[in-house]
């Protein structure tokens, strides 16, 4: 069994027809370009892997500040020999919202490939699985190629996610449930926007790349890499039509509550208008001064009471005539 490397999270060797083998730290120090294409794998938590990007005398300076950089925006940048790369994938770590996208950078060279992350990244844990099946990439450019579709397949994912929530919220609303829907609906509308914030950039960045004529990346690799292009402006897309049908929710939802709200006040002002004359004639008559009239009528009560039921049934029958009512 080879032993755990104590500087990266992955260190394999690629074979260069799918499949690949786990490395030391002492194999990965006697790597040379004959052996095959090196993949290392670096948590930028180590501090032992950090000190040997920073000392590697391969790897460009310029290159190590990108590979070490905090928060970055997805982008491409041609270097002499190789490509710096920096995307952005759905954190799918427990506990992790999806919203809080993790970001992975490489340098790719022909037979090096650089991997650096702050927090796990699934896509690239699927790609050593892949290698260790004998199904996975068999260059540097074809590493690229399917950590590219990894990210976009978790991305599509989210968004398929996202449009299906949206779809319950309008399902729910359809059905008269608004229960929560204003707390849901915002949430969905942050996860789609936060989202899209960086598929925009990537998809730009991966497009520099396949149109950079670059000596490492097959016809065929660069014509992938068009297709993740066109997959993730599919995303955008979908998430920007995602956006526009939460907005058109939200604001339905709000008609619907503002309507019922009219309604309540509108049945409380004629309750009010009803009982407004009502209210007079007994304060008059419950006036505790002399000169009322009936005061010493027997039957003054009755002909009190045939006044405000009169007064009543005179009002309903005018807000009737009014449709009103």
């Not at 950079?212 to 920007?240: A, W």
């Not at 309750?271 to 008059?284: C, D, E, K, N, R």
Request: charged share 25%; with cysteine.
């Amino acid at each position: 069994m080879t032993k755990k490397s104590k500087r990266f999270s992955i260190a394999m060797l690629l074979d260069g027809n799918g499949g690949g083998r786990d490395l030391t730290d002492e194999e990965v120090d006697n790597w040379t370009e004959a052996d095959g294409v090196l993949w290392v794998d670096l948590d930028l938590g180590n501090k032992k892997g950090k000190q040997w990007l920073s000392d590697h005398q391969s790897v460009d300076k310029s290159a190590t500040a990108l590979l070490l950089a905090g928060e970055t925006r997805p982008r491409s940048l041609a270097i002499p020999g190789g490509l710096v790369v920096i995307l952005r994938g759905i954190n799918m770590n427990p506990g992790a919202v999806p919203d809080d996208m993790v970001a992975t950078r490489l340098l790719i060279r022909k037979n090096m490939i650089i991997t650096t992350r702050r927090r796990k990244v699934l896509s690239v844990t699927d790609l050593r699985d892949v290698l260790l099946s004998q199904q996975g990439p068999k260059s540097a450019g074809d590493f690229l190629v399917n950590l590219t579709h990894l990210l976009s397949f978790r991305i599509e994912s989210a968004v398929e996610n996202i449009e299906r929530t949206i779809e319950g919220i309008d399902q729910q609303l359809t059905d008269g449930n608004i229960d929560n829907i204003r707390v849901t609906l915002s949430i969905v509308r942050r996860q789609a926007a936060a989202i899209r914030r960086y598929l925009a950039p990537q998809r730009d960045a991966i497009d520099r790349i396949s149109r950079s004529n670059s000596q490492m990346l097959t016809d065929l690799e660069v014509f992938e890499l068009r297709e993740e292009g066109d997959q993730l402006t599919r995303h955008i897309e979908d998430l920007d039509l995602a956006r526009e049908n939460a907005l058109v929710t939200q604001e339905e939802l709000m008609n619907r509550v503002a309507l019922e709200q009219n309604s309540r006040m509108y049945l409380l002002s004629i309750v009010a208008a009803i009982f407004l004359p009502l209210t007079f004639v007994s304060g008059v008559l419950g006036m505790n001064v002399a000169g009322l009239p009936g005061t010493v009528n027997t039957n003054g009560f009755i002909y009190s009471a045939i006044l405000m039921v009169s007064c009543l049934f005179g009002l309903i029958a005018y807000f009737r005539w009014r449709k009103w009512l």
